[in-house]
């Protein structure tokens, strides 16, 4: 869900800030090291950023047309009902920890949702049911592993869901009735953690899942639900490495619907027939990835979204042809979250834009009318004049085209603007323009230029540039912001002697990189759970993730790999960091250590070099809760100031 990812970054993610006279300190959750008082005034300054919710959908119910939304009240996003496009929210789940995720209702009564969600940050994440007839909270899941959200029956009366409970590190799967938690049983063990389940068949005999080995490399199987046996749909291709992204079966069970690489740069959505186990491709028209898709529930429609140069473009195409079907007045802006009401008349989803917060809609494929069904307040911020993104492009090192986009600061700053480089994560992430929340506070009161690339490796245009970072060919990236650097000093509007660097997760250890590599061209750097040494992040990350990890940052139990890893760490090359750092972690991280952060920190001390560090006791891999980010983001303003805009 966007929201909960958009909350591991910055938007609605901190403790009780306490005002002192004129100075605000954090919680007793924060470790707040070498980072300065905030001022009350830079706190009501600004409000207006920080104050703006979203609301995101989660679930129709089955029979009425009312919805499941999360949305942000308090400290922690909550989930709601709404009842009526533009009714009120009614808040459901009232926790001080981590939000609910992976929500649905029960698929034929609605008397009671599911949802996954984990404590501190730690993301092994636990599956619950809320019954509505009492409001009360039942725990469905052993309340130790990490577990996959649960994935319902075509009757209704089970669920299946992937779990990491026998060892930690590897997913098998279960089949459970949430009305009866006492009907948990396995259904197939299994080796690797990238296992997840996708679709129940019609029938319900069978399910199909996905066993991802690497982004640039999948499969699909089905599971017998009476034996636990499994079928591999989907054999290696002489020649190629091939990845699926999703799967449903088709209305009459005969084949499934997948997006895959097959035979192709871009993820194209085919059906697959599965008793020839032939492909027949739909959307070859369409020359960029599809990112999803949802089948109707009558069978006849497909919902799905396209990614054309980082922009989301919804088709509804008809399911046995491809035939594209025309949609008129859409809003403009970044879509997703499709969810088809049961009558499959209404496709809900979820939509922000540069000039609104996220907020729920439909859309009704009879008449093609779109109805708002949130209205999110954006915190008295006037956003109709907040400025478009652009899209920019620049040659690499080596001749590679490499894109991001561009936010320019509002007209009135005049000369030449300091610039803030944001690195997405992942890697194999990409950055597709949405509303910026408190981020706009960097263009509209900073004057700050921002600039999100999409290195190689980063998903979204083709399957080759996927795989330009992968092992040995990792500096690579780190070579594609140092092109991004000269780029920036050849714009007339952009200020190559005022640079900032940030990123969160690999975004981060990208900063780190960045910092260390190119110390003489940027003036700081903000590292938010980024792992400074590639071979002890890989490993002391989460055990169910170290296999995935490996395929693409390379194997650090190989000599000469390991090698290569710990000469071009960030860590192993602290000395070449010349410039101030400041560094946020969570304790709580599975992905990323709580060590990479400290072992940075101290390294950087001990040479001298300024750095201010932010540790969340209860926060994970990113901060989740509002005033903990809130804290982290009135320090990296303070940070930019002193350290960028002077």
């Known amino acids: ?181 006492a009907s948990n049983r396995p259904l197939a063990q299994l080796e690797g953690g990238g296992w997840l389940p996708a679709d129940w068949s019609p029938d319900d005999r069978q399910i199909v899942a996905i066993q991802e080995i690497s982004a640039n490399e999948s499969y699909v199987w089905a599971f017998d639900v009476a034996t636990g046996t499994k079928e591999l749909l989907t054999p290696k291709v002489d020649g190629q490495m091939v990845a699926y992204g999703a799967a449903q079966f088709s209305k009459d069970g005969k084949g499934i619907y997948v997006t895959t690489d097959r035979d192709s740069e871009f993820q194209r959505l085919a059906y697959l027939d599965l008793k020839t186990h032939q492909y027949s491709f739909l959307t070859d028209y369409i020359k960029w990835d599809i990112q999803d898709f949802k089948l109707s529930p009558d069978g006849k429609t497909i919902a799905l979204q396209s990614n054309e140069d980082g922009l989301v473009v919804l088709h509804l195409i008809n399911a046995r042809t491809g035939k594209d079907i025309p949609l008129i007045n859409l809003p403009v802006g970044y879509m997703n979250g499709f969810r088809w009401h049961k009558s499959g008349r209404y496709l809900g989803f979820t939509l922000d834009s540069v000039h609104s917060e996220s907020d729920a809609y439909s859309l009704d494929t009879k008449t093609l009318m779109v109805e708002r069904w949130t209205y999110s307040e954006l915190g008295g911020l006037n956003t109709e004049h907040f400025v478009e993104p652009k899209i920019i492009r620049w040659k690499s090192f080596d001749g590679l085209s490499i894109s991001g986009f561009l936010y320019p600061p509002p007209a009135q700053f005049t000369g030449k603007r300091p610039v803030v480089i944001d690195i997405h994560g992942g890697p194999e992430a990409q950055f597709q323009p949405y509303f910026l929340g408190r981020t706009h ?164 001390r001990k040479n001298g070099t300024p750095v201010w560090y932010l540790m969340g006791k209860d926060e994970g891999h990113g901060f989740t809760k509002k005033n903990d980010s809130d804290f982290e983001f009135y320090a990296t303003v303070l940070f930019m100031k002193e350290y960028l805009l002077k």
Request: proline share 6%; charged share 20%; glycine share 8%.
């Open 1 to 181: 869900m966007r929201l909960h990812l958009r909350v591991l970054g910055f938007l609605f993610c901190a403790t009780t800030l306490f005002a002192q006279s004129n100075q605000v300190t954090p919680g007793d959750n924060l470790v707040a090291e070498g980072i300065p008082p905030i001022p009350s005034d830079l706190v009501q300054r600004a409000a207006r950023y920080t104050n703006g919710r979203a609301a995101e959908i989660l679930d129709w119910h089955p029979t009425k047309r009312e919805m499941l939304i999360v949305t942000f009240f308090a400290n922690v996003p909550q989930v709601h009902q709404v009842k009526f496009p533009g009714g009120a929210r009614t808040q459901l789940t009232f926790f001080d920890d981590n939000p609910a995720r992976g929500v649905s209702y029960h698929p034929t009564t609605g008397d009671y949702f599911i949802f996954s969600k984990d404590v501190g940050g730690d993301q092994n994440y636990q599956i619950y049911r809320y019954d509505f007839s009492t409001s009360d909270v039942t725990l469905l899941t052993d309340g130790q592993s990490k577990n996959s959200p649960g994935v319902w029956s075509t009757a209704g009366d089970r669920i299946v869901y992937g779990s990491s409970r026998r060892n930690g590190k590897d997913v098998d799967f279960y089949i459970m009735n949430p009305s009866d938690p």
């Open 441 to 604: 506070f960097y263009m509209n009161e900073l004057g700050v230029a921002l600039i999100y690339p999409n290195v190689r490796g980063s998903s979204g245009y083709g399957k080759e540039f996927l795989k330009l970072d992968n092992g040995f060919l990792r500096e690579n990236s780190y070579k594609d912001i140092g092109a991004l650097l000269e780029w920036i000093k050849t714009q007339p509007d952009l200020d190559a002697d005022r640079v900032l660097v940030t990123g969160v997760s690999y975004g981060g250890h990208m900063a780190l990189a960045v910092a260390a590599n190119y110390s003489d061209k940027i003036r700081a750097a903000i590292d938010i759970c980024g792992p400074a040494n590639l071979v002890t992040f890989l490993e002391h990350t989460s055990a169910y993730r170290q296999d995935l990890r490996r395929v693409e940052y390379g194997d650090e139990r190989d000599r000469q790999m390991r090698a290569f890893l710990e000469k071009i760490a960030p860590l192993n090359n602290v000395a070449r960091i010349k410039k101030p750092l400041f560094v946020v972690q969570g304790k709580n991280d599975p992905i990323v250590p709580l060590s990479e952060s400290e072992a940075m920190v101290a390294a950087l």
